[in-house]
């Protein structure tokens, strides 16, 4: 198990104690996990003890698992488990005849029938703002608790699920404590909101609890720019401008550290992640199409974790392509899959820098020191930081020419053993750096 950073004189800078809280905890596997679980390592050593309040394993539902991130649980951490009201998963395995229930309100499924277009109807309209709202009365009861027992005056709750935020909102009414509200997500206006087939008065009702979230918080913290500037056009607070903060994810510098670098002989671009249906690559399958009728040089396309059923057929239409698909793995495994490949694959599935999202692993590709080729938006926030980092480039679904032009670039430069780069300014993306930062904040409200 990885050890907290406790190395401050307790005795002129006492701690102070947050609650975390938290639906998505190791074993669950994830960026949205890797947030939280990295910044509890590091913020003990800027002078904030956190204890962590998430749901119990036995009653969770969760995407992924990584049995792995177990071991980067701080040993001195304290963590409180609640159950949680499972009765819609329940339900829907009974109905469907699926193991496990779809994340992402259930748009992350391939060609949805009848039974499932149901399911996303009643999720949408009577389980708003999601389907885990299950957890939050039994996490509300287990919270007050804590919150006496350890004398807490400060809470952070982090979302998706979006329920996880109506906690704070309880508790910040009941007892008026300093209450951080971490939305990694935008929330009604997320990118596969008009899939939940919500009628009118759900869509209201979703709104006014996303508002009232947004106007009692003290601070929220957001992953982008554009995630904030969104929820600033939602509130009524004058003060948006230094109420909502952009805390981006991160990579912890422990996890590259005597990371033995052999990059594969095959020119390979790695994805990294579940590949949804709505991710749109067409414009690098054709590029790298184009490639292999005109260079010696095979490109392998790899996929790790789950890839849509209906991508995965329409990969065999480009049977020229050395296509690899590999199964969720830990997250430590993955990295050195990352460290291995010639360049990095990052999808923005947003169709406008409303409702843009920044993916947690580029910034582990970052660290990864591979090129990255970005496919979204050219007005973005990943383009803004892939410009400020040199860390790769970012093509929109019409670039066809200038991705050519760039395999042609990175494919020259592996030929010569050229295949790292050194991004500029990446330090400020270290969650050591960022949980510093966060410190900074808890200590201006409390």
């Not at 040199?390 to 430069?413: P, Q």
Request: net charge positive; aromatic share 12%.
């Amino acid at each position: 198990m990885a050890k907290s950073l406790y190395d401050r004189d307790t005795s002129t800078n006492p701690v102070k104690r947050v609650l975390i809280i938290t639906y998505y905890w190791p074993p669950s596997g994830g960026a949205g996990v890797q947030r939280w679980l990295k910044f509890s390592k590091y913020l003990p050593a800027f002078g904030w003890e956190p204890i962590i309040l998430t749901v119990d394993p036995k009653y969770a539902n969760y995407p992924q698992q990584d049995i792995g991130l177990l071991d980067d649980i701080p040993t001195d951490i304290i963590v409180h488990y609640a159950k949680a009201s499972t009765w819609i998963s329940f339900i829907y395995k009974k109905i469907t005849g699926k193991k496990e229930i779809p994340y992402g309100g259930f748009v992350n499924e391939s060609n949805p029938g009848l039974v499932q277009k149901l399911m996303r109807f009643i999720r949408g309209n009577f389980f708003i703002p999601d389907s885990r709202i299950g957890w939050n009365k039994h996490a509300i009861r287990y919270a007050l608790k804590v919150i006496k027992e350890e004398h807490i005056e400060t809470i952070i709750t982090t979302s998706p699920p979006h329920s996880t935020q109506l906690i704070g909102l309880r508790l910040k009414k009941k007892l008026k404590i300093n209450w951080v509200a971490d939305l990694r997500d935008p929330w009604s206006d997320i990118y596969y909101s008009g899939e939940m087939y919500q009628t009118f008065l759900a869509k209201r009702i979703n709104r006014i609890l996303e508002q009232k979230v947004l106007n009692s918080a003290d601070k929220i913290f957001v992953t982008c720019n554009s995630t904030g500037n969104l929820f600033k056009s939602q509130i009524a607070d004058i003060h948006s401008s230094v109420k909502i903060l952009t805390i981006t994810n991160g990579f912890d510098e422990d996890d590259y550290i005597n990371k033995e670098i052999v990059v594969q002989d095959k020119f390979t671009i790695t994805y990294l992640g579940t590949f949804a249906k709505n991710y749109n690559i067409e414009v690098l399958l054709k590029a790298i199409n184009h490639y292999a009728y005109s260079d010696e040089i095979n490109i392998n396309l790899r996929f790790i974790g789950k890839v849509d059923e209906y991508l995965a057929e329409y990969l065999k239409g480009y049977p020229l392509i050395s296509i690899e698909i590999i199964p969720y793995i830990e997250h430590k495994r993955a990295l050195r899959y990352l460290a291995r490949s010639s360049a990095l694959l990052l999808v923005i599935p947003s169709k406008s820098k409303a409702e843009e999202m920044i993916p947690g692993k580029f910034f582990e590709y970052m660290a990864s020191k591979r090129p990255i080729i970005a496919i979204g938006p050219g007005e973005s926030d990943v383009a803004e930081i892939l410009k400020i980092t040199n860390s790769g480039r970012i093509f929109e679904n019409t670039d066809y020419e200038a991705l050519i032009e760039y395999l042609n670039e990175l494919v020259t430069n592996f030929k010569k053993g050229h295949f790292e780069n050194n991004p500029r300014l990446l330090d400020q993306y270290s969650r050591k750096n960022l949980s510093m930062r966060i410190a900074s904040i808890l200590d201006s409200i409390s």
